[in-house]
C-alpha cells in the first residue's frame, strides 16, 4: 500500500511541477514580449519561481520514499 501512495505522491507532484513551471514561464515570455526592457529582471525572477515550484517535486519524492520504508 505504501508503494501506491508513494506513486501517487510522486505523480501529482510531478504533474503540478509541470503545470506550474508552464504557467511560470508562459506569464514570463509574455511580460518579456511586452517590456521588453525588463527581460533581464523578469528571467531572473522566473529562474527563482521556477527553482521554488521544483523543490515541491524533490520534497514530494522525499517523503515517498519514507511512506515506502515504513
Known amino acids: 500500500m505504501g508503494a501506491i ?3 501517487i505522491a510522486a505523480g501529482a507532484a510531478a504533474i503540478g511541477a ?3 513551471d508552464g504557467m511560470v514561464i508562459s506569464k514570463t515570455l509574455d511580460g518579456m514580449a511586452r517590456q521588453p526592457e525588463l527581460s533581464g529582471q523578469l528571467r531572473g525572477t522566473m529562474f527563482i519561481g521556477v527553482g521554488l515550484i521544483e523543490a515541491m ?3 514530494s519524492i522525499v517523503i515517498a520514499f519514507l ?3 515504513k
Open 5 to 7: 501512495a508513494a506513486g
Open 67 to 69: 511512506v515506502m520504508n
Open 18 to 20: 509541470g503545470v506550474g
Open 57 to 59: 517535486p524533490i520534497i
